[in-house]
């Protein structure tokens, strides 16, 4: 019984639900983070991990300077055109000897052609020359 109301119990809204966005590997693996510090736009590139329409996991040799729930800036240099995305870092994380992985949450839901030339690639991302499936027929994709 105590199993079930535990089940019950979880996404609630009282801990965070990772279940609410799929997270997608990245196909398009360069992207560039961006912090003001004084007054200074700083550009560190790093590899995006997985994206989702909420956030992004991205890794670098060097850690990002700002502190956990200050803003940051996101671009993905092949978008169309390539904006600044505004987020919110979640977290760092810098294991010995390894790559630091950092979590991002967006400001904004992530522009959808952005999504999917990060996930599928710049080919994915010509959608005029190919015929699209039936589920991106849809105006609510567009």
């Not at 329409?53 to 803003?71: D, F, M, N, W, Y």
């Amino acid at each position: 019984m105590a199993r079930s109301r535990k089940r019950l119990a979880h996404g609630t809204g009282r801990e965070p639900d990772r279940r609410r966005s799929c997270r997608y590997p990245a196909k398009v693996k360069a992207v560039v983070l961006g912090w003001d510090t004084d007054g200074i736009r700083v550009e560190l590139p790093v590899e995006l991990d997985d994206i989702s329409i909420h956030g992004c996991r991205v890794t670098s040799r060097a850690c990002p300077a700002p502190k956990p729930g200050e803003l940051i800036w996101f671009q993905a240099p092949g978008a169309n055109p390539p904006a600044w995305i505004e987020g919110v870092l979640v977290s760092t994380i810098k294991p010995f000897l390894r790559k630091s992985s950092s979590r991002i949450r967006f400001l904004r839901n992530l522009p959808y052609q952005t999504f999917k030339m990060l996930v599928y690639g710049p080919e994915g991302n010509d959608l005029e020359e190919k015929e699209r499936p039936e589920h991106e027929a849809d105006q609510i994709w567009r």
